[in-house]
């Protein structure tokens, strides 16, 4: 079980360039009612900025321990920081289920 929760929460990442303008994880809604799931996001840098499927939630420093509430399913998580390569984690919330990201970025080569 443990295992198939990290694969639930495994990395993929994406050599593809972007940037990310951050908003309070608080503006990020699940729009399931009676079931839910939460996402925690642990980013090194702390100055990445991360988006939920699209939605910007802030930097790594601003979701340091957050439980960010998510509707069960499919969910997209792209992280991104000047000097450092991009990179993007496909998730899958489970109802009554906490799914966690470890991710650390890979600076990028000059």
């Not at 109802?95 to 966690?100: F, I, P």
Request: without cysteine.
């Amino acid at each position: 079980m443990r295992y198939r929760a990290w694969l639930l929460g495994s990395l993929a990442l994406v050599l593809a360039a972007g940037s990310f303008s951050g908003v309070a994880a608080d503006s990020y809604e699940s729009t399931t009612i009676g079931e839910s799931s939460t996402l925690t996001i642990d980013v090194v840098p702390l100055h990445a900025e991360v988006r939920l499927d699209g939605v910007p939630l802030g930097t790594a420093h601003d979701l340091i321990a957050l439980a960010v509430p998510v509707a069960p399913g499919r969910h997209v998580v792209e992280i991104g920081a000047p000097g450092f390569l991009p990179s993007t984690v496909n998730v899958v919330a489970t109802v009554d289920w906490a799914t966690r990201v470890w991710l650390q970025l890979i600076p990028e080569r000059r």
